[in-house]
């Protein structure tokens, strides 16, 4: 029997409905399988990172930094503008904005 011969639940068919709630969640839990753990770098990775950002810093030449975010990776674009050893950061300046970046978060670097 299907649901469309006689004695099958026609009379409900029409308020299955999903609650906007219920789909937000599902957007979510969806969004939540793409993410990333965060990546561990080894010596030399954390080294180039080092070399990259201070070749930016004091030759003022564009770096490209990804960035670790939440289980996302971000990329940004710009000159190392200073560096903040007690707070552990970064001022970046873009062509839009300056952005503070967390040295931690930095997952790979390279000059543009």
Do not use: A, C
């Not at 793409?34 to 990546?39: D, F, G, I, S």
């Amino acid at each position: 029997m299907n649901k469309l011969t006689k004695g099958s639940n026609l009379r409900w068919e029409s308020s299955r409905i999903m609650l906007p709630e219920h789909k937000e969640e599902l957007i979510k839990l969806g969004k939540d399988k793409e993410k990333v753990p965060k990546p561990v770098l080894d010596e030399q990775e954390l080294e180039q990172i080092n070399i990259d950002i201070y070749n930016s810093l004091n030759y003022t030449m564009l770096i490209r930094i990804t960035i670790w975010d939440d289980g996302y990776f971000k990329v940004i674009e710009g000159i190392v503008d200073k560096i903040d050893y007690v707070s552990k950061t970064l001022l970046i300046d873009t062509d839009k904005e300056i952005l503070r970046l967390s040295i931690n978060d930095i997952s790979k670097t390279e000059m543009i």
